[in-house]
C-alpha cells in the first residue's frame, strides 16, 4: 500500500460518520483508551464537602420556596376571613384570633418614671405656670393697693423729695376705700422744671394729661405756676378764706412744715380737688363717686389745717 493510500485509510479510520450525520467519533489510535472509558479518579475530602454543601443549599432553598408558600397561603386564608368578618357573612373566625396582650404590673417607682419620661415638658410647663400664678396671687393678696392717688405738679423736686413724709402725713386722714385693713395714699409726682428743655416739657405735660384723663385722680398739689388748669374745685360756702384759695387749701402751716420736715416751705402751695367731670377714660358717675369718697378726707386735711398755726 502506498503512503498516500495508508493516510487516507487512517484518516477514515479517526473520523467515522454515523448514519444520523452526527459529528465525527474520534477513534483512539491503536493501543490508546479513550477519555470515557477512563476509570473515575477518587474525589478528595474538599471535593466531598463540596458536594455536600451544595446539596445542603439545595435542600435549604426546598425548605424556604415551602415556607414561603405556607405562608403566602396562610395570609390568603387570613385575608378571605378578615374580609368575611367585615362584610358579616361571618361573626367569628378560627384563623383570626384577638390577641391580648399581658400588660407587666409596675412598681410605683416605675410608674413615676414612666410619667415622668413621657411628659417631663408639660410637668415642668404646669409648675411654672402654678408657681407664677402663685406668686401673682400672693402679690395681689399681700400688697397694698393705693386707697387715694394724689398728684404733685410742681416747677421744682423740692416736694419730690418729701414723697415718703407727704404719704404718712396725708394717711392720717385717708379712709381705707378698699377694706384690706392698711390705708395708704399714693403720690405721682409731675416736675415741670427747665422748661427750656423741650424733651423734658413734652415728657412732663404728656404725663400730667394722662393722669388727667383718669377719673381715679381727684387730688391736686401744685404750687400754682403750671399752665395748666388741674384745680377746679369750686368753693363752696363755710371754708375760711385764710385756708382756702382758688387753688385749695394753703398747706404751708405748722402743722405741715412739721409733718413734711420743711421749715422753709413756700406760701404757694396748694392742695385741692377736681370737680367731676365727663373723662375720656372715666364716665361721670364713676369720678363723682370717687369725689364723693375723697371729699370727707379733704375737708379732714382742711380742719387739720386750719386747726393749725400759720
Known amino acids: 500500500?502506498?503512503?498516500?493510500?495508508?493516510?487516507?485509510?487512517?484518516?477514515?479510520?479517526?473520523?467515522?460518520?454515523?448514519n444520523s450525520g452526527e459529528e465525527p467519533v474520534e477513534v483512539p489510535a491503536e493501543g490508546e483508551i479513550h477519555p470515557a472509558d477512563m476509570p473515575d479518579k477518587p474525589k478528595t475530602d474538599v471535593m466531598l464537602y463540596l458536594d455536600e454543601e451544595v446539596r445542603a443549599r439545595e435542600e435549604a432553598l426546598k425548605d424556604d420556596r415551602a415556607a414561603r408558600a405556607?405562608?403566602?397561603?396562610?395570609?390568603?386564608?387570613?385575608?378571605?376571613?378578615?374580609t368575611k368578618l367585615k362584610m358579616g357573612v361571618i361573626d367569628e373566625s378560627?384563623?383570626?384570633?384577638?390577641?391580648?396582650?399581658?400588660?407587666?404590673?409596675?412598681?410605683?417607682g416605675e410608674k413615676i418614671e414612666n410619667v415622668w419620661y413621657r411628659s417631663k415638658w408639660i410637668i415642668i410647663f404646669a409648675i411654672f405656670c402654678v408657681v407664677a400664678?402663685?406668686?401673682?396671687?400672693?402679690?395681689?393678696?399681700t400688697s397694698e393697693k393705693a386707697d387715694l392717688t394724689v398728684l404733685v405738679v410742681m416747677d421744682n423736686n423740692s416736694l419730690y423729695a418729701r414723697t415718703d413724709e407727704l404719704e404718712e402725713f396725708l394717711e392720717q386722714y385717708c379712709d381705707d376705700l378698699d377694706g384690706n385693713g392698711y390705708k395708704?395714699?399714693?403720690?405721682y409726682n409731675i416736675v415741670f422744671s427747665e422748661l427750656e428743655d423741650v424733651t423734658s416739657s413734652t415728657s412732663a405735660q404728656a404725663q400730667l394729661m394722662t393722669q388727667l384723663m383718669t377719673g381715679d385722680n381727684i387730688l391736686i398739689?401744685?404750687?400754682?405756676?403750671?399752665?395748666?388748669?388741674?384745680?377746679?374745685?369750686?368753693?363752696?360756702?363755710?371754708?375760711?378764706?385764710?385756708?382756702?384759695t382758688e387753688y385749695g387749701i394753703v398747706l404751708n402751716c405748722a402743722l405741715t412744715r412739721e409733718e413734711l420736715r420743711w421749715e422753709a416751705m413756700p406760701d404757694e402751695l396748694y392742695i385741692g380737688m377736681r370737680e367731676p367731670a365727663e373723662l375720656t377714660g372715666t364716665k361721670l358717675e364713676a369720678m363723682q363717686e370717687n369725689f364723693d369718697e375723697i371729699l370727707p378726707m379733704f375737708e379732714r386735711i382742711y380742719e387739720a389745717i386750719c386747726a393749725s398755726e400759720p
Open 94 to 108: 378560627d384563623t383570626i384570633k384577638e390577641v391580648h396582650e399581658e400588660t407587666p404590673e409596675l412598681t410605683l
Open 133 to 141: 400664678g402663685g406668686y401673682i396671687i400672693y402679690s395681689q393678696v
Open 221 to 244: 398739689i401744685s404750687d400754682g405756676t403750671t399752665d395748666f388748669e388741674v384745680h377746679d374745685f369750686t368753693q363752696d360756702e363755710g371754708y375760711d378764706d385764710d385756708c382756702m
Open 70 to 82: 405556607q405562608h403566602e397561603k396562610e395570609l390568603q386564608e387570613k385575608k378571605i376571613e378578615l
Open 184 to 187: 395708704h395714699v399714693l403720690v
Open 1 to 18: 500500500m502506498s503512503q498516500k493510500e495508508q493516510k487516507e485509510q487512517e484518516t477514515e479510520n479517526e473520523k467515522i460518520l454515523d
